[in-house]
């Protein structure tokens, strides 16, 4: 690999937890050909990503709104950039990076090549394919089947007020050890911390809403296991790459199939097994019905009821969404 100057490859990512990760793939990657990545993104101070781009860089990962920042600060030179990566194009959409991708597009100079990946190709996802690229290839790859044998699926019927009762059982038995719990909204994640927290299971918050430091740190404190359980929103759980999760909670009934499994693969990987855990309220018969004709996994019943609501001192906590 040549001399580091402007950058030629620029890998525009939803989060910065992904982008945290594409860069450190690329730096396992290029470590033999003196290949030099920087990863920009907000939640943190700029003089660190600007000095590493004043030293001359190959491969820039980054956020939309950082790369336009350091852009307008004149530390980040587009004009050099021949390969164009959007990753998660449909979380990029989904998120309302479009204005923002369009402004990094128009700063880009000369002839490209312009890569797009999705984990699914709405119309959206398309008309951007046909916006920023020229003839284009698609290439669909067949989606990885579940582990199924790698993962023990049950489904719990509980009453919403019964539900943190429930997991604290959960997270009472002894073989839990690591557990990634998934709720709908940041809100509704600080509202069951700290209900777990009253009744003795320490548990950390993953969202939008956690401070970049704060993030890097309560997700080493989870590998290391001196956080046993997380209670992460979908979007942030994107960012958790632990191997060792030993058990996965649907707290909140997943939104749909897909949602259903991205939750619980986050277990049973790297040769272990895993047990998911979804909890069905009152309402949800039929949708539990629908999702595990979808899903096409086999579930079994888990009955917590009464041992669940006696692991409750006191009075019963339930927790709103």
């Known amino acids: 690999m040549g001399r580091a100057g402007a950058p030629f490859t620029l890998v525009v990512v939803p989060t910065r937890e992904l982008g945290q990760q594409v860069a450190k793939e690329f730096e396992a990657l290029g470590r ?15 003089r660190a ?55 990094i597009v128009a700063l880009l100079k000369g002839p490209r090549q312009t890569a797009l990946f999705s984990a699914t190709l709405t119309n959206d996802v398309r008309a951007v394919a046909r916006r920023y690229t020229k003839d284009p290839v698609s290439v669909t790859i067949k989606p990885e089947e579940p582990t199924v044998a790698a993962i023990d699926q049950a489904w719990v019927q509980v009453r919403e007020s019964d539900k943190v009762a429930a997991l604290h059982e959960i997270l009472r038995r002894d073989d839990v050890v690591r557990t990634l719990v998934f709720r709908r909204t940041k809100h509704g994640a600080d509202k069951l911390v700290k209900a777990l927290e009253r009744l003795g299971s320490p548990a950390r918050a993953l969202h939008g809403n956690v401070g970049q430091h704060e993030r890097e740190r309560v997700l080493e404190g989870f590998r290391s296991g001196r956080i046993p359980t997380l209670v992460a929103t979908n979007l942030a759980a994107r960012g958790i790459h632990v191997a060792d999760i030993g058990h996965v909670v649907n707290f909140d009934f997943p939104e749909d199939a897909e949602t259903f499994v991205h939750r619980t693969g986050r ?23 629908d999702l595990r004709r979808r899903a096409k996994v086999p579930f079994r019943q888990e009955h917590l009821g009464r041992r669940a609501r006696a692991a409750v001192p006191a009075q019963r906590v339930s927790v709103p969404a």
């Open 49 to 103: 990503q600007e000095d590493a781009l004043r030293r001359g860089v190959h491969i820039v990962v980054g956020t939309p709104g950082r790369l336009l920042d350091l852009a307008s600060r004149r530390t980040l030179n587009l004009s050099q950039i021949r390969i164009l990566v959007l990753d998660e194009a449909d979380r990029l959409l989904d998120l309302g990076f479009a204005p923002d991708i369009a402004r």
């Open 32 to 46: 033999y050909r003196n290949v030099r990545v920087v990863a920009v993104y907000g939640g943190v101070g700029y």
């Open 267 to 289: 277990t049973g990987r790297a040769g272990r097994r895993g047990v998911a855990f979804t909890f069905v309220n009152e309402t949800q018969r039929a949708a539990f019905e």
